[in-house]
């Protein structure tokens, strides 16, 4: 894939974000959700962002839904001003007054921790979250796997996280939340986390497939990945990079499009299997602070993703997506 050269996107995508506030405000509120897609964007990529900003840019830019990752410097939601006590029926109806979705909460949960102490935390945590989201009406929590331990059989380390999230799933059966956990970490191979998800299959959990992981780190096609864990997908995250260059020791994260990830043909193929749930960007800009500005890279994946659905889909022999990950409760 070529990369397009940085300093275009941001001119052009300058003009964007110049244009679109006018755009909206000439429109009727009606017309502004006609124009909405099935994206949302998580609120890692603009860690400075007031809750008010972050509806109101969402809103102008044709998003319909936030993945709640944490609120200016408060990773822990529960804590959050706008969602403790009698706040959450303000924040429901802000988000209402928009026309807006929470698409899931973003704990910190890792399921693979073996300390009794710090496993009874992780659980807690997620606990809590998944309490704020039938609270404030959120389909989902997301949850990590994520790492394996040292010196402990693999298999070992997977059976506690099949059982970690079994345990959150029970938790949540009867609430109108499901606990989906991210392809993420230690574990990024489909035949891993079929393992998982089998072994901990209710209607309470699901699977968050972040393609960038899979096809990154787990050497995956999307195509491939999608056959394996499909039916499980409920909520996706997609964003692009490139290999480091000229000394740098990471990869980057780039413009959508700019860069190595396929994640046009991850969208193809979510939207070729019936796929109903959001195309969530996850910008990463609260950890690589050193990456385009939210002003720039939302409003450009808004776009894209705008293009990328608008073309038709390949033809592939792709299972049909799960009903569980629709755009609404």
Request: hydrophobic share 40%; proline share 5%; with cysteine.
């Amino acid at each position: 894939m070529s990369i397009i050269p940085r300093r275009t996107f941001i001119k052009s995508m300058s003009l964007s974000v110049v244009a679109a506030p006018a755009i909206i405000s000439a429109s009727t509120w009606a017309a502004s959700k006609a124009m909405r897609l099935p994206i949302a964007f998580s609120t890692l990529g603009c860690p400075k962002w007031e809750w008010k900003t972050i509806l109101k840019n969402a809103a102008e830019w044709g998003y319909s839904a936030l993945e709640m990752r944490g609120l200016l410097d408060q990773m822990d939601l529960p804590k959050c001003p706008e969602f403790v006590g009698d706040n959450v029926k303000t924040a429901i109806k802000d988000l209402h007054a928009l026309g807006l979705k929470i698409s899931d909460l973003g704990a910190s949960a890792n399921l693979h921790e073996p300390d009794l102490k710090k496993r009874t935390e992780q659980m807690d945590e997620a606990k809590r979250f998944i309490d704020l989201a039938h609270r404030m009406e959120v389909a989902y929590v997301r949850v990590f796997p994520n790492k394996l331990v040292a010196g402990e059989e693999r298999r070992i380390t997977v059976e506690r996280i099949i059982a970690g999230l079994l345990e959150l799933g029970k938790y949540a059966r009867g609430s109108g939340v499901a606990v989906i956990l991210e392809s993420h970490g230690d574990f990024t191979d489909s035949p891993t986390l079929l393992q998982i998800m089998k072994g901990a299959q209710m209607t309470s959990t699901g699977f968050l497939w972040d393609a960038h992981h899979t096809c990154v780190m787990g050497k995956e096609k999307p195509e491939d990945t999608f056959k394996v864990l499909g039916k499980y997908v409920r909520h996706t995250h997609l964003k692009d990079s490139r290999a480091p260059i000229a000394g740098e020791k990471d990869r980057r994260y780039v413009l959508t499009g700019a860069g190595e990830v396929p994640v046009k043909a991850t969208v193809q193929v979510l939207k070729a299997a019936g796929y109903k749930g959001y195309y969530c960007f996850e910008w990463e800009k609260r950890w690589h602070p050193e990456i385009d500005e939210p002003e720039i890279a939302f409003p450009h994946y808004a776009q894209t993703l705008r293009e990328y659905l608008n073309e038709s889909p390949a033809k592939l022999a792709l299972p049909p997506a799960t009903t569980g990950g629709s755009s609404g409760k």
